[in-house]
Every structure is written in structure tokens, then in C-alpha cells.
């Protein structure tokens, strides 16, 4: 099992080029089942997700080749409607396979999902809304089996009301409503850059879709959907905001002047606008899609709340954590989207810090000296988190468990490396 070694403080310097978004080629990746023709991805970033997404699509039956095009999907014959445990328990994205097959041939099996241990990700929201379309549900055996008893096997549309602005449930829902008959309405649904930006793909296989991105979103149903009638065959994902967010609190925590690449700068406005509370010195290209961080003279705490888009993103409140650890003045951090979302901070206090919790909140003194040790991931963000602080941290600094890094960051380790930081992969035990 490979780790990563971190020999700090380290100063960055140069540009690093953002890979396009995990969180949206995942559903965009599963929309490619609605399709009856094959449809081409460009620049999919190269992550275990990404390749447990291609794998379970594969098992359904799927025809799925790489070029210097891109990654095309040709769903266009599947053999199975079922997911299995082995790949569903490893990534909860996989759920979302569930829609569209329930659209596009009236029934499908999915395993109840796996993935980080954050906190509780309910599919409730899922299930509730494929059943005011129609769909008749049973949970056994650990799978949900979903099934249309009309004689046509379609969905209808109607109005669906989310609890919670489920990112998935919206995602899932849309999928759902893509080739059912009449009109849906989701009202509170997700309002994250990648539920727009799969509405955008689903318009672009020939769906009829408005509001993605928005609270409220209509999707109009449609017999079937064929990209080719577009003129288009070729799709590019848009680039990952958190993977950004990284790079730039990144260089904000070392003092480094860096240009931060294929960033689309209004789906960070929040966070910038703490960053820059903060005193981060930041620089937006907006027409090149890029921002650049320069020095700053002093970092002062601050008092966040994560919260559902367009608030404070929790994907991205680790990092802020790393960043807060070096602020002059205290911060406080509250976690209101996943409970279990604080298991960096006992890794973090191995390097020298004293964060303390308190319910659903974090205490972050600021000001720390941090020291090399040997650390542990625990999650996807949690895991940049542990980087970012090596990365101010006196002497070396191990990380075990990097399998949570590369899920969603690719090439991180080659990345910093081209920057000027010393870092190296190895295997355990070196």
C-alpha cells in the first residue's frame, strides 16, 4: 500500500492546471446510459472513481473505449440492469445507476451503497422520489430492486418535493425523468455547479432540461435521446472547484505566489470571499480561467459554516481547517452536512495542534508550529487536509493510506512535485 512522504516546510511556485470535476463526471458518466448512441468524454480525470464508474458500467454491458478523443460510452446494448455489491460498496455514486436504468428499461437492482465514512448519506430521498414517478420499490437482502408495472414500463413526470437538496437525489431524479412521459418538477433540489453541469449533458444527448443549477428544475420527458441529432459527439466535464480550492489554500498556507489553471471562478465564490476575509492575497482571471495567489502579510481566523450551494462547501472544509491552523487569530469551524466529517483533526493534532471539538463545531487557536510525523487518511478530504499541513510541517511527514487521495485527486503527488515540493510515493514500510 503506497504512502506518500512530505519533507517540509515547503515554499510552491509556477502554475498547476486543475483536472476536471470528479463530482461531475461521475452522474455524467452514468447518464451515458440513457443514450442509444456512443457518446465521447474529453479530459475524464485518470482516479479510482473514475475507473470504478467505467467498470460498473462495463458489468452492465456497456462498451466502453479510451483514445486520444477521450473516453466514449456505447450503452446502446446493455445485458444486465443489476449493480453489484463489489462495486456499489466502494463508491456511493454507483446508486445513481438506478434512474437512469429505471428510465430507459422500466427496472433495476442496485446494491445499497458503500463509500467514505462521513456520516450518514440517506438514499430516502432517492427512492421517494422514483416512487411519486411510478417506480415500485423493494429493499432485500442489502440491494433495492425497482421495478414499473405499467404496460409502456415509463416513468411519469410530477412534482417532487426534496426534504434536503440532495446533490444525488436531484442527480438521480433528473436522470429519472429524462425519458419519462410528461413533465417533472423538482422543487429544493441541488443547486452545486455539477448538478448544472449535468443538465447541460443531458441537453446535449437531446434532452430537454431547464434549471439545473437552480432551486427548482423541469425536465421535460423524451422518447429517447440521440446525441447524434445535436451534431455533437464529444463532451468536456467542468473542472473540479474543490481539487482548485486545494491548490490555492495550498499556496495561501506557504506564502507562494501560484497561478491555479482552469478554474471557473463563480463556483468558488464563497469560498474566495473567505479566503480573501481571511487577508489571502488572490488575483482572478476570469477570462483566462484562472486565479493567482500571491504572498499575503498576516492570515487571520475566521468562523464558517459549511452549508448546500451556493454556502460554504464541506468538501472544502478540511483544507480550511490546514489554513486555519496557521492564522494569527482563532477560528471556528461547524460541520452541518455530514456528522462524522471531523476525523482529520486527531491526525492533525499529531503534527503539533491542539484542535479541540465541541458537537458539531472545531476550535482551531491558530498560530501553530507544526512538526513531521507519521499520519493516517481517513477520507478523500481529510487526506488533502494532512497534505496541506505537511506541507508547513517541520520535517518529514508519512502519510498512509493515500488510496482516499487518489479517488479524487489526480496526480497530486506529480502536481506538488512540479511545484518544488519534496514529496515522494512509496510503499509502506520505506
Known amino acids: 500500500m503506497d504512502k506518500l512522504i512530505i519533507v517540509g516546510p515547503a515554499k510552491l511556485s509556477g502554475s498547476v492546471r486543475v483536472s476536471s470535476s470528479k463530482n461531475a463526471s461521475l452522474p455524467i458518466l452514468v447518464a451515458s446510459l440513457l443514450s442509444t448512441r456512443p457518446v465521447t468524454l474529453k479530459n475524464l480525470p485518470r482516479l479510482r472513481d473514475i475507473e470504478t464508474m467505467l467498470k460498473l458500467l462495463r458489468n452492465l454491458g456497456a462498451v466502453v473505449t479510451q483514445d486520444e478523443r477521450g473516453t466514449t460510452i456505447d450503452s446502446a446494448n446493455l ?71 405499467s404496460d409502456d414500463r415509463r416513468l411519469h413526470g410530477g412534482e417532487i418535493h426534496l426534504s434536503f437538496p440532495s446533490v444525488g437525489a436531484t442527480e438521480n431524479l433528473m436522470m429519472a425523468a429524462t425519458l419519462a412521459k410528461g413533465t417533472t418538477i423538482i422543487k429544493n433540489a441541488a443547486r452545486e455547479p455539477e448538478v448544472e453541469d449535468l443538465g447541460n449533458f443531458i441537453n446535449f444527448l437531446g434532452g430537454k432540461v431547464k434549471g439545473a443549477g437552480e432551486s427548482e428544475v423541469i425536465i421535460e420527458g423524451v422518447d429517447y435521446l440521440d446525441c447524434a441529432s445535436s451534431g455533437q459527439r464529444e463532451y468536456e466535464v467542468i473542472p473540479d472547484r474543490i481539487e482548485a480550492a486545494t491548490y490555492i489554500i495550498a499556496a495561501a498556507m506557504t506564502g507562494s505566489t501560484l497561478e491555479v489553471v482552469n478554474v471557473i471562478s463563480r463556483h468558488l465564490d464563497t469560498v474566495i470571499a473567505v479566503l480573501r476575509d481571511m487577508g489571502v492575497n488572490l488575483e482572478l482571471d476570469e477570462e483566462n480561467n484562472l486565479v493567482r495567489v500571491l504572498p499575503s502579510n498576516e492570515l487571520k481566523g475566521m468562523h464558517v459554516d459549511t452549508a448546500p450551494y451556493p454556502g460554504f462547501p464541506t468538501d472544502v472544509q478540511a483544507q480550511l481547517m490546514a489554513l486555519a491552523m496557521v492564522a494569527k487569530t482563532p477560528s471556528v469551524i ?33 498560530n501553530y508550529k507544526l512538526k513531521g510525523a507519521p499520519i493516517m487518511c481517513t477520507d478523500l478530504r481529510a487526506s488533502a487536509a494532512l497534505v496541506l499541513a505537511a506541507l508547513v510541517a517541520e520535517g518529514r511527514s508519512d502519510i498512509s493510506r493515500i488510496y482516499h487521495l487518489d479517488r479524487g485527486y489526480e496526480g497530486l503527488d506529480s502536481k506538488l512535485k512540479s511545484l518544488g515540493v519534496n514529496i515522494e510515493r512509496a510503499k509502506n514500510g520505506l
Open 334 to 366: 461547524t460541520e452541518h452536512i455530514f456528522e462524522n466529517r471531523f476525523m482529520h483533526v486527531p491526525e492533525l493534532n499529531r503534527l503539533g495542534t491542539n484542535i479541540f471539538l465541541r458537537g458539531n463545531s472545531a476550535f482551531i487557536s491558530g
Open 79 to 149: 445485458s444486465t440492469f443489476s449493480a453489484t455489491y463489489e462495486l456499489v460498496k466502494t463508491m456511493r455514486a454507483s446508486f445513481l445507476v438506478l434512474g437512469p436504468l429505471l428510465s430507459r428499461f422500466g427496472e433495476g437492482k442496485v446494491s445499497l451503497p458503500g463509500g467514505c465514512a462521513i456520516g450518514v448519506r440517506a438514499i430516502d430521498i432517492h427512492l421517494d422520489g422514483l416512487a411519486k414517478m411510478g417506480a415500485k420499490i423493494e429493499l432485500n437482502a442489502g440491494h433495492v430492486q425497482a421495478k414499473i408495472d
